[in-house]
């Protein structure tokens, strides 16, 4: 069956579900390719949400599913309507039609770079699930010619409103809103394990293989097709330069020893075709 090509990561995310369903019964299950293998509770708790079969996981969309798996491991007591309700209005604001670099694949990028974080300990089950629900509004509300942190401050606004009718507890909902809007300026701290590895996560991108790198930066370009040329090889210098400045980009210990020397070069490539 053909597969939309904007859907593809979430078949491909599907997919890493389903055989970290198959392979956690098996006692010589190989490393994960992404590092260290995730721990199984991951797995026992697909398997008591969505049952054995297969087939039953085959006709949930693997973000739909990730989010309700997410919102019950921070809220066990969560509200089936408001959980369902919240999860169709975050896929839509999502896929809006104008979004090119922050869509499905963006998230599913962030989840990859959590669980991959997850990994190592630099967070654990719970924390990776709160930052997986923050990375959901993240850019929930997204307009490329908002005024600096609109977007980040609505953002937050959405996400209390949803996870308070959803059941979370204050805590988790503030720690939330405090995760989205580090994303204004991304300046987490090192001491704030949680907030690093959402930085870390948001950021992963720079980090990325060429290609994807390359096309991540075509994308943001198409989102601001309606900026002159000039004026956004200006901007986005300002923003890249001041990326590339700081002593570091990353924050956890992972991500420094990993993906800080890539980001760095393909920081540097992007700087210079912007001058060009």
Same mark, same amino acid.
């Given at each position: 069956?053909?597969?939309?090509?904007?859907?593809?990561?979430?078949?491909?995310?599907?997919?890493?579900?389903?055989?970290?369903?198959?392979?956690?019964?098996?006692?010589?299950?190989?490393?994960?390719?992404?590092?260290?293998?995730?721990?199984?509770?991951?797995?026992?708790?697909?398997?008591?949400?969505?049952?054995?079969?297969?087939?039953?996981?085959?006709?949930?969309?693997?973000?739909?599913?990730?989010?309700?798996?997410?919102?019950?491991?921070?809220?066990p007591q969560a509200h089936d309507y408001a959980v369902q309700r919240s999860g169709a209005d975050l896929l839509t604001r999502w896929t809006e039609p104008a979004r090119r670099y922050h869509t499905t694949r963006h998230l599913v990028e962030m989840f990859w770079a959590l669980e991959?974080?997850?990994?190592?300990?630099?967070?654990?089950?719970?924390?990776?699930?709160? @930052?997986? #629900?923050? /990375?959901? *509004?993240? +850019? $929930?509300?997204?307009?490329?010619?908002?005024?600096?942190?609109?977007?980040?401050?609505?953002?937050?606004?959405?996400?209390?409103d949803h996870l308070q009718q959803v059941g979370l507890v204050d805590d988790d909902i503030e720690a939330i809103e405090a995760m989205i809007q580090i994303t204004v300026?991304?300046?987490?701290?090192?001491? @704030?394990? #949680?907030? /690093?590895? *959402?930085? +870390? $996560?948001?950021?992963?991108?720079?980090?990325?293989?060429?290609?994807?790198f390359d096309g991540y930066c075509q994308q943001v370009r198409q989102e601001y097709s309606g900026v002159p040329d000039a004026a956004y090889q200006q901007g986005r210098s300002a923003i890249l330069e001041a990326l590339l400045h700081r002593d570091t980009i990353y924050r956890t210990s992972h991500a420094l020893h990993l993906w800080e020397t890539p980001a760095r070069i393909n920081l540097g490539r992007e700087l210079a075709r912007l001058r060009a």
């Open positions: 069956m053909s597969v939309a090509p904007e859907l593809e990561h979430e078949r491909d995310y599907l997919a890493r579900a389903r055989t970290e369903l198959t392979a956690c019964s098996r006692p010589d299950r190989p490393a994960s390719p992404r590092g260290p293998r995730r721990p199984a509770r991951r797995a026992e708790r697909l398997t008591k949400w969505l049952g054995c079969a297969a087939d039953r996981m085959v006709v949930m969309p693997a973000l739909s599913t990730w989010w309700s798996l997410d919102v019950r491991a921070v809220a991959e974080l997850e990994a190592v300990g630099e967070i654990d089950d719970r924390q990776s699930s709160i @930052a997986r #629900l923050a /990375a959901w *509004f993240h +850019d $929930a509300v997204y307009h490329p010619g908002a005024s600096h942190g609109s977007n980040e401050a609505d953002s937050a606004a959405l996400a209390r300026n991304h300046d987490a701290h090192h001491e @704030a394990p #949680l907030e /690093a590895a *959402f930085q +870390d $996560a948001d950021l992963w991108i720079l980090s990325a293989p060429v290609e994807r």
